[in-house]
């Protein structure tokens, strides 16, 4: 499985990017998508993760502004950011946990980070 991110770059604080992240490969079921992010000097942080049931779940900082949500097709996963502030300034990974078909032990694969920079 391999993960392909797109979608980052720079922004005006107050306003929204969305990043997405697409899963590629065969044989294989998603349980699970989601984004990290890094910012300099600090550690990885939970943004947002969606289930193949579509069970959400979203940071502290990111509830309320960020919405994630995947295709129908399970493989995709799109994270639209509103309203970002300076301190949303960070490298944005997505992840997925995933499982062979047949098989119930679960993998994690992560995707090469995206830049997102809020400057004025």
């Known amino acids: 499985v391999q993960l392909q991110a797109s979608g980052g770059g720079w922004v005006q604080p107050g306003g929204f990017l969305t990043l997405s992240c697409a899963a590629s490969g065969t044989g294989f079921t998603i349980e699970a998508l989601g984004w990290f992010r890094q910012a300099p000097g600090k550690q990885r942080e939970l943004v947002a993760t969606i289930t193949s049931g579509g069970i959400t779940e979203y940071s502290a900082s990111a509830q309320g502004r960020f919405g994630i949500s995947k295709a129908s097709s399970q493989k995709t996963v799109t994270l639209r950011m509103n309203l970002l502030k300076p301190e949303d300034t960070a490298v944005y990974s997505c992840?997925?946990?995933?499982?062979?078909?047949?098989?119930?032990?679960?993998?994690?694969?992560w995707g090469q980070g995206t830049e997102v920079t809020v400057s004025s």
């Open positions: 992840y997925t946990k995933w499982r062979y078909f047949g098989r119930t032990f679960l993998r994690e694969t």
